[in-house]
């Protein structure tokens, strides 16, 4: 076998608490969000020019190339197809990290299981600094709520039980830099992000999971002026909207965005989780 | 909303331990599988006759009787669509458990997470005496390998990287009562399930959970004559089968039952796995 494929969902972060450490399997983040039909899908290849390339161009993903060194991999090339916007906050790094671990094992020595590759992911998305829970989210699929922070080894994870083929929407209005946010005083973004965890934990619904997101934006000053804007003309439309953490991303459930008159990007729920594709794929 | 759907795959365990425990949450087995695109399906609606339903006729199903009392639902009609073979190995009354609790959830006051539901569903299984592990183990979907026995509270889940699509092909040759070898003495079969976890764990692959499976049913003393034939077969057209626990089911990963001139039942690895279905499924 020359070539493997897999595809990871994108992630939405309604709403989070970051909890850096030392050791990339230990730090991560507890909070909850929505996983999407639409992802990156990746193929790896021992043939052609090694390589990163993403939708066509060469590209540097550095959580990409942590995990071909992690894994050991010989020198491959691969091609991300984002089905998603990198850098609004839809994990597209995590998915891309996710799926070429998938993808590699298959032509790295040795064999490892689901578990150790998502750590795998986890940790060279942690030391890249563009992510702290998008992987393991990713890996569960559906509405995941992050329970304890980590990878594999350490971390928990818990899922909405919402319903298959939920509508998600969202409009987006630009970038915010995850580096940016995480490396400032996250204080504050974690206490936020702990009462809406509590609050998810109560009544775990996707309306809680909306509500207690945009709270969080609020309280953690996140939002933009133009985010604060989309999200009251949907609560004005009777819906309910929140802000994709990390991108100036404002997304809803089922047609609360359309209700209000925007014309929005769409996806559903995330079933399957994050996989490894068949090898006619 | 008077109607709600989920499925669950069926999964072919290939080897295990078992662990009782006086606590059904944490009582359960090690060891591993496959999950398979072929389930149970299962609606649940608050009209009609309440009781279960089984491919159309009235049916007992300890297991899903159970789910209900404990989540303190409504009065209830459940209705069981089985897209394998009941008590032949398939954990057809696991996914019927599942299926039952996701949906069931949705018509249920107040709402649970995912793996408290999957955790009703496993210490309902385990109280109804017909099975140990199948319910954690659709839950995960793929090559679930169950590393940690018990409910979600206790238990741990990875699974095999296998490819997507992998075709699984069996011959199902007749009954084999869970509750019977459960209810017998289990030290001689875990002992062997444990050997074969073991080696799994070394060399996490499709062929190494084939082969251990085998090694596993032999020397726990459960093929019988039908299934040894029957594999001995495979292996002389050069391929490799083994037996589900508990049925007198042979089974194999690809065309390894149609090589050696079976006329096999086929499915591929379940994924996703177990969820809620769209409320207009």
Do not use: I, K
Request: glycine share 14%; hydrophobic share 45%; proline share 5%.
């Amino acid at each position: 076998m020359s070539t493997a494929h897999a595809f990871a969902p994108g992630h939405l972060t309604g709403f989070f608490g970051a909890y850096p450490d030392a050791d990339p399997r230990v730090a991560g983040s507890r909070g909850a969000g929505l996983t999407l039909s639409r992802g990156v899908a990746t193929t790896v290849s021992t043939e052609g020019d090694p390589g990163v390339w993403l939708d066509g161009e060469r590209a540097s993903v550095a959580a990409v190339e942590r995990v071909l060194a992690a894994l050991d991999a010989p020198p491959l090339r691969v091609e991300l197809d984002a089905g998603l916007p990198v850098g609004r906050g839809f994990g597209a790094s995590g998915a891309a990290a996710l799926g070429t671990a998938l993808a590699a094992d298959a032509l790295s020595p040795g064999a490892r299981t689901v578990a150790e590759l998502v750590g795998v992911a986890h940790a060279a998305e942690v030391e890249a600094g563009t992510g702290l829970g998008d992987v393991v989210a990713q890996a569960r699929g559906g509405a995941p709520v992050r329970l304890e922070a980590g990878g594999p080894e350490r971390g928990r994870v818990d899922a909405l039980n919402a319903p298959g083929s939920t509508r998600v929407e969202w409009v987006a209005f630009g970038d915010l830099s995850t580096e940016t946010v995480l490396d400032g005083d996250t204080d504050r973004l974690t206490a936020a992000g702990e009462r809406a965890l509590a609050a998810l934990c109560e009544t775990p619904t996707l309306g809680t999971l909306v509500a207690e997101s945009w709270r969080f934006a609020r309280a953690a000053g996140l939002a933009a002026d133009r985010v604060r804007e989309a999200v009251a003309r949907v609560e004005r439309a009777g819906g309910r909207a929140s802000m994709a953490m990390l991108g100036r991303t404002v997304f809803g459930v089922g047609r609360a965005l359309s209700s209000a008159g925007f014309d929005p990007e769409t996806a559903t729920l995330g079933a399957p989780a994050a996989r490894r594709g068949p090898d006619d794929f």
